[in-house]
C-alpha cells in the first residue's frame, strides 16, 4: 500500500496537457498525496465519455465540452489560454491571394462557378473553442459555415495526416499540430487564436462533479499539483526541459521544434492568474453555443455556469500555495471577442 489516493486523469497529445505532464513528471502529483494515473486518449469524444462514467476521475478537456455537460462535470481550473489557429493546405494557401477569410470567400466563389465541391475544414470538437474559433472566422469573412463549406471532426493527432492526404482544406486545432504542418510542408498558419482574442481561454481541468462532493481533499491536492505544474511549465529557465517531457511518445510524440512554437510567443499556463476559470469565458462559450445551435436560447447561462465554473476551488488552492494573485477577477488583457 502506498498511502497515496488513486487518481485517474486522461489527456489529449497536445502542447497545453503540460500542467498535467510536468505535475507527475517532477513528483507534484505525489508530494501533494496523489497517485496520479496520466491516461493519453485518442478523441476529445473518448474524454467525455470516460469522464461521464466515471472511468476518469478527470481530464484535460475543452471548456465548453464540460458546459456541455450540464453540471455533471466540473472546471476549478484552466489550464492554458491561447495555442490553438486555422491552418489550410498549402494549395488552398496559394489560391487565397492575401490568407484571410474574404480571400476564402472569393476561392469559394469561384469553386462554386466552375461546379467544384465544398471545401472541407475540420476541428476537433463541436463542443470547443476551436469550433467556435474556425466559425467566427469564416462567418467575418463573408462564408456561411454551415452552407458555404462542409466542418467535419477529427481528432487532433490525425489532422496533419488527413490533409497530407487530401481529405480536408483547412483545420482549427490546438498546438503543436498547426506547426507541424507547416514543418512538413503540408499546411500554412493563418491566424492564432491570440490574434483572434489576445489571451482568450482554451482548456480546462474537467473533474467529475462526484470527486468534489465524496473526495474533496484529493481533489484540492490535484488542483495544487496541477497549478505548480502549470508554474513550472511558464518558467521560461524550464522551457527545453519541458519540451523534452512533450515530445516523449507517450506524451505528444512530435518534433521539439515544432512544440517549441507556440510555448515561445502563445501559449500561458499560469501567469497573470491564466489558472482562474473565468465565468466571463464560461458565459461567452455559452453565447456561442447559442449561436451555432447547439444550446436551447431559454437555458439560464449564468445559472450553468456557476455551476461548472468553480473560480472558488481554484482560488482556494492557489491561495494554499501562496500565490496571492489568485484574488485576481479583473481581465482587462482578455476582452471578449466583439
Known amino acids: 500500500m502506498s ?39 485518442g478523441s476529445w469524444a473518448t474524454i467525455r465519455d470516460k469522464v461521464a462514467v466515471g472511468a476518469l476521475d478527470g481530464a484535460h478537456m475543452l471548456a465548453p465540452m464540460a458546459l456541455a455537460a450540464q453540471g455533471a462535470i466540473l472546471a476549478p481550473l484552466a489550464l492554458n489560454r491561447n495555442g490553438s489557429a486555422i491552418t489550410v493546405s498549402t494549395a488552398l494557401a496559394e489560391a487565397m491571394a492575401v490568407g484571410g477569410a474574404a480571400d476564402l470567400a472569393t476561392v469559394i466563389a469561384a469553386r462554386k462557378a466552375s461546379g467544384e465541391g465544398l471545401l472541407t475544414f475540420a476541428m476537433v470538437f463541436p463542443h470547443s473553442m476551436h469550433n467556435f ?7 467575418r469573412g463573408g462564408v456561411d459555415p454551415d452552407q458555404d463549406v462542409r466542418i467535419v471532426v477529427i481528432p487532433p493527432p490525425r489532422m496533419v495526416e488527413r490533409m497530407r492526404a487530401g481529405e480536408v482544406d483547412g483545420f482549427c486545432v490546438g498546438a503543436p499540430w498547426n506547426a507541424v504542418a507547416e514543418a512538413e510542408g503540408v499546411g500554412r498558419m493563418l491566424i492564432t487564436a491570440s490574434q483572434f482574442w489576445p489571451g482568450g481561454p482554451d482548456k480546462v481541468l474537467g473533474v467529475t462533479a462526484d ?24 518558467d521560461p529557465d524550464n522551457r527545453m526541459a519541458l519540451i523534452e517531457l512533450l515530445a516523449r511518445p507517450d506524451r505528444i510524440d512530435a ?4 512544440i517549441a512554437r507556440a510555448l515561445e510567443s502563445e501559449i500561458v499556463f499560469h501567469r497573470d492568474a491564466a489558472g482562474l476559470p473565468r465565468r466571463e469565458h464560461g458565459l461567452w462559450f455559452l453565447s456561442q453555443m447559442e449561436r451555432w445551435g447547439q444550446l436551447d436560447a431559454a437555458a439560464d447561462p449564468q445559472g450553468l455556469v456557476d455551476r461548472v465554473y468553480r473560480p472558488d476551488l481554484y482560488r482556494e488552492a492557489a491561495l494554499s500555495l501562496g500565490l496571492l494573485e489568485a484574488l485576481a477577477f479583473a481581465d482587462p488583457a482578455s476582452p471578449v471577442p466583439a
Open 133 to 139: 474559433f474556425l466559425r467566427d472566422w469564416l462567418a
Open 255 to 258: 518534433a521539439p521544434a515544432a
Open 211 to 234: 470527486l468534489e462532493a465524496q473526495r474533496p481533499d484529493d481533489l484540492r491536492a490535484c488542483l495544487r499539483a496541477v497549478i505548480r505544474g502549470a508554474a513550472w511549465a511558464d
Open 3 to 41: 498511502g497515496l489516493s488513486d487518481v485517474k486523469l486522461g489527456f489529449i497529445p497536445l502542447t497545453d496537457c503540460a500542467p498535467l505532464a510536468v505535475a507527475q513528471a517532477l513528483g507534484f502529483f505525489e508530494e501533494e498525496g496523489l497517485a496520479v494515473e496520466l491516461v493519453r486518449e
